[in-house]
């Protein structure tokens, strides 16, 4: 075993052991809460490693880095998820590799989206990623679509040849009544996620939480965390 595959192991081990503690403290099964971990920066060998340590889902949020990530991992039996914010530009490209957008926030996208997937004949999984911040007008620069916007949205979507309903995402705000309260946070998607899927039961994923916050999300009721720092470790600053 290589150093950096005993580093992952250990990683990743401390990452399994905060998801169960937090499950069982939250009254849930474990298998209720899936880990997504985010590879961003870091190259398809941590990649192929993790596959080997039993990870099967993934996170990217730049296309420039995810496209070519992806195809050196086509081999691999893994489900990618695009979770940063997407220019329409590049919908095409992302609808290549990916098996879910997590930060699906505007009807311009979801029309990018729905084209590209029919084109590539595939049936791509959406998350509307939801601003927490943008109810008290101090929209940060995170993207995501206000809460009285889900509707439409959720609609769109339903509507769009390609495109699959998968419930809701967001990322704990830096700005607004929820900066610095993440429980409150994913409290208040939750319950945005439940007024969803009274409507569309189908759509039952909640992706809240990271490497800081994992434990807040789970308590909350997340189905799948993103965690990417604790398992890979600290990213190089850019530039």
Not at 55 to 63: L, Y
Not at 116 to 132: D, F, I, M, S, T
Request: hydrophobic share 45%; charged share 25%.
């Amino acid at each position: 075993m290589t150093d950096r595959t005993s580093e992952l192991a250990e990683n990743l081990a401390r990452v399994e052991e905060r998801i169960a503690a937090a499950c069982a403290a939250a009254g849930r099964a474990r298998e209720e809460v899936t880990l997504i971990v985010v590879t961003k920066t870091y190259p398809a060998s941590d990649v192929r490693i993790l596959h080997g340590l039993g990870v099967r889902n993934v996170a990217e949020n730049r296309d420039q880095d995810a496209a070519p990530k992806a195809a050196a991992c086509a081999d691999l039996d893994l489900t990618w998820h695009f979770v940063g914010q997407l220019q329409t530009n590049k919908v095409r490209s992302v609808v290549g590799y990916a098996d879910v957008v997590q930060s699906v926030d505007r009807l311009k996208l979801v029309s990018s989206l729905s084209v590209a997937a029919e084109k590539e004949g595939r049936e791509l999984g959406c998350l509307l990623q939801v601003a927490l911040d943008a109810e008290s007008g101090e929209r940060g620069d995170r993207g995501g679509v206000a809460p009285d916007g889900i509707e439409e949205l959720a609609a769109a979507v339903e509507a769009a040849p390609g495109l699959r309903l998968g419930g809701l995402m967001t990322v704990a705000p830096l700005a607004g009544p929820y900066a610095g309260r993440r429980r409150e946070a994913f409290d208040r998607l939750m319950d945005l996620a439940t007024a969803l899927r009274a409507t569309r039961p189908t759509a039952n994923m909640v992706s809240a939480g990271m490497s800081a916050d994992l434990e807040e999300a789970v308590a909350a009721g997340a189905t799948h965390v993103r965690v990417g720092t604790a398992v890979l470790g600290v990213r190089p600053k850019l530039g």
